[in-house]
């Protein structure tokens, strides 16, 4: 059974910090990684895919990098602001077995960024 | 372009009652999950739909829960009857297709109150 683990489970950091967020998965027969966002009371917004045969994506100020064969991921930030403050969750897309199609998640960093 | 839209946003009921959630997906999405989020379990799917067919129901905690998707514009998860453990927040997910480089698109939620 797939397990997504997430490290740390929550960051505080000061305004201006560059900071790296962990992922890591159990079982490498994946479609793609994603890195969500989650803010309060709200739905998950996508920030990055990388497929399984990718190495890392970029957008403005997040790149995120995958390694299957070790089963991990990284978000990286660089330059965090206030408005960066959410938690972050990564999901890996099943690529076959019984999980097929399915996204497992892993629990989640909640990150903070203070003025 | 309008989002995945869900209907209500939030949902207060007393035991044993039957609860009714509503999910429109984004036009053009042939896939649509029903996903249930916790604090101990965090975001765990429960069915998914490809062109309205239910394809992986595994997820769906007892009988006494259902969705279906009687159109590719509209799908409902039905809980009769609710018990409290059933409190939760209910994302609706769609996405054009599973395999390679198509993010999941999530929906504001339903947030689901059990008395």
């Known amino acids: 059974k797939q397990e997504v683990t997430q490290i740390p489970a929550a960051l505080s950091v000061p305004e201006g910090e560059n900071l790296v967020l962990n992922c890591s998965f159990t079982?490498?027969?994946?479609?793609?990684l994603q890195w969500f966002r989650q803010d309060p009371g709200k739905g998950l917004t996508s920030l990055l895919l990388i497929q399984s045969s990718q190495r890392e994506q970029t957008s403005g100020r997040l790149n995120a990098s995958l390694d299957k064969s070790s089963g991990r991921s990284t978000l990286y930030i660089a330059a965090s602001q206030p408005g960066d403050s959410a938690t972050y969750l990564c999901?890996?897309?099943?690529?076959?077995?019984?999980?097929?199609?399915?996204?497992?998640f892993g629990q989640g960093t909640i990150l903070t960024v203070h003025p | 372009d309008a989002g995945v839209i869900q209907s209500p946003r939030h949902e207060v009921t007393e035991m044993g009652q039957e609860v009714t959630l509503r999910c429109k997906p984004i036009s053009g999405h042939d896939y649509l999950f029903w996903y249930r989020q916790t604090m101990m379990r965090g975001l765990e799917l429960l069915i998914y739909f490809n062109n309205n067919v239910p394809i992986d129901d595994s997820g769906m905690p007892e009988d006494r829960f259902s969705a279906k998707m009687p159109n590719a514009s509209f799908s409902t998860l039905k809980i009769q009857p609710s018990e409290p453990r059933d409190s939760a927040v209910y994302f609706c997910a769609s996405s054009r297709h599973i395999q390679g480089n198509q993010p999941q698109h999530f929906g504001d939620g339903t947030r689901l109150s059990i008395l």
């Open positions: 999901a890996v897309l099943h690529a076959g077995g019984t999980s097929y199609g399915k996204l497992t």
């Open positions: 079982d490498s027969a994946i479609y793609n």
